[in-house]
């Protein structure tokens, strides 16, 4: 059976002492988890150390939100995989939208990413998805695969999670419909020729849906935004209850 990963994009919140507070709260909130569940969390870089301090000894992976493929140079805002597994980085998530949107990230771009992340032992998070107008218009698909064909080219699936993020329904409250993300999951699963490959869904991901959301036979799991920042309310989403 897949393993099932529970991860929060922190984005641009959390300072290490809202972290701090963060953690406090929500570990005592999941130590019964079932085994076959993996919890992450990607904050910025700069709490990385910290929640990389807190979080050792538990089930709580670190992710970073980002990483280059160059071990090191004249790359001004960038980080190394070498500096993300000094604080034991686990996870990179990599082909988010929003700096695919707002600093036209390519996908040769995040296959280069990836690449450099799993060369150096850290399990990329890709994430793809289509807009609003490409659904719209019908394209979801041929957006999303080719994504997939370019994105994850020369990558290992067995050291890979894909999120399937329709931007439509990042912060925008609008979950997409269990039965079409579980669809879509199911086909970029078939086309990247894995049956192994964990595919997680994001977008608008809250407790009052995951328990539907991971009860469909193709998600593997979740990346959630906004609702990774209350402790409550991700160790809920943690917690989901298995149908
Ligand atoms: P929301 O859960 O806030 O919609 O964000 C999803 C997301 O972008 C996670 O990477």
């Known amino acids: ?21 963060f953690m406090a709260a929500f570990l005592p909130l999941i130590t019964d988890l079932p085994d076959d569940r993996t919890v992450v969390l990607a904050p910025p870089f700069t709490a990385v150390s910290t929640m990389a301090e807190l979080a050792a000894g538990s089930c709580v992976e670190i992710s970073s939100q980002n990483v280059h493929w160059q071990p090191k ?49 850290l399990i990329p998070i890709v994430c793809v998805g289509e807009s609003d107008e490409q659904r719209e218009r019908g394209e979801a698909e041929r957006v999303i695969r ?18 399937y993020e329709p931007i439509w329904a990042i912060g925008t409250g609008k979950t997409c419909e ?14 990247v ?3 192994d490959l964990v595919v997680q869904y994001g977008g608008s991901v809250k407790p009052e849906n995951i328990d539907e959301l991971m009860s469909m036979s193709d998600i593997d799991g979740v990346l959630v935004g906004g609702a990774s920042l209350k402790p409550e309310g991700f160790a809920r989403i943690a917690n989901y209850q298995d149908s």
């Open 1 to 21: 059976m897949r393993k099932r990963v529970i991860a929060g994009n922190w984005k641009m919140h959390m300072t290490c002492a809202q972290a701090r507070d």
């Open 73 to 121: 140079g004249a790359f001004t805002a960038e980080i190394s995989a070498e500096m993300l597994l000094e604080h034991k980085v686990r996870y990179s998530i990599v082909g988010h939208s929003e700096p695919r949107k707002y600093f036209s990230e390519s996908d040769e771009q995040i296959n280069h990413r990836a690449r450099a992340a799993q060369s150096h032992g």
């Open 146 to 163: 080719r994504q997939i064909e370019q994105g994850l080219e020369g990558l290992d699936p067995n050291n890979l999670v894909v999120a």
């Open 178 to 191: 269990s039965p079409e993300a579980n669809r879509i999951c199911g086909l970029i699963r078939s086309w």
């Open 193 to 195: 020729g894995a049956t």
